[in-house]
């Protein structure tokens, strides 16, 4: 029903930035909470940031201060501005969408992120 393509992974230096982009197509992807999530080798696929239809954010820990979560609907584009990149943020990164009861879930295939000197 939503699909989901990621973009803007790569390799940065500590205390650098990326910007990841995620389109979605398919019926009504506007009306989902979308999200990117990460998974690194070892690591359990953990949530990064999410944004409601009404614009509410959610952040790690980890993240907070450090990543900005934004969603153009005119588009169908979530984005994900990461500053301050730190080695420990490398991880394979995924967009996120899904109903607020999970009765539907869609994720994207996956962008590589590595900092790194």
């Known amino acids: 029903q939503v699909q989901l393509v990621e973009s803007g992974g790569g390799l940065v230096q500590p205390g650098g930035s990326l910007r990841l982009s995620c389109a979605a197509s398919?019926?009504?992807?506007?009306?989902?909470?979308m999200g990117w999530y990460r998974q690194a080798p070892g690591n359990q696929r953990e949530m990064v940031a999410t944004?409601?239809?009404?614009?509410?954010?959610n952040y790690a820990d980890s993240v907070k201060g450090r990543f900005t979560i934004s969603k153009d609907n005119a588009k169908n584009t979530v984005n994900l501005q990461m500053n301050s990149l730190k080695p420990e943020d490398t991880a394979v990164y995924y967009c996120?969408?899904?109903?607020?009861?999970?009765?539907?879930?869609?994720w994207g295939q996956g962008t590589q992120v590595t900092v790194s000197s």
């Open positions: 944004v409601t239809g009404g614009g509410r954010t």
């Open positions: 996120n969408a899904h109903t607020i009861n999970y009765v539907r879930d869609f």
């Open positions: 398919g019926s009504n992807p506007s009306s989902y909470i």
